[in-house]
């Protein structure tokens, strides 16, 4: 009788213990990415793809975030932990003989604020007053213009910057 008793007990515990916040659904608000799009430099109006692109952190220990991707639009992660992000920018271009590489860097700067979204799935961080500066290489940039669309990073719907090339 005593062990059904500590056995119902136990039971009870344990569904008591669980409750709906437990669980972060996926619908949940988390941190959005900086939607990135690249648009022709000659009419700013039309989406232009970068062939071979690649994108790395530009820090110490330089992490690819994005490798050789034929496109016209990139979604890219921004720092949580500071209020700069700073990214390689790599246009390649491939021939029979050779690969020359075409490297543009460019800092993100942004204010960081940080909601919470509930107990378990934590607190989400929005971006605001996002500014993009490029750093000029005389002729050798390929990124040649930078537009800030939304100065407020807080979702995904559409793009945040458009890089001229």
């Known amino acids: 009788m005593i062990k059904r008793i500590i056995l119902l007990i136990l039971i009870i515990f344990v569904f008591k213990g669980c409750t709906k916040d437990d669980i972060c659904p996926e619908d949940a608000a988390t941190t959005s990415n900086l939607v990135i799009v690249f648009k022709d430099i000659a009419n700013p109006a039309n989406n232009k793809k970068v062939v071979v692109l690649s994108v790395l952190t ?88 930078i537009i800030v669309n939304r100065q407020t990073v807080n979702d995904e719907n559409s793009a945040h910057v458009t890089l001229l090339h």
Do not use: H
């Open 58 to 145: 530009n820090n110490i220990d330089s992490t690819e975030v994005i490798r050789f991707e034929n496109t016209d639009s990139i979604i890219v992660p921004l720092n949580t932990n500071s209020d700069t992000t700073k990214y390689l920018f790599k246009r390649s271009i491939i021939s029979t003989t050779d690969t020359i590489n075409n490297i543009d860097k460019l800092m993100f700067i942004y204010q960081r604020k940080n909601n919470y979204v509930s107990r378990a799935c934590g607190f989400k961080t929005e971006f605001d007053n996002l500014d993009a500066d490029l750093e000029l290489e005389g002729t050798e940039n390929w990124i040649e213009d």
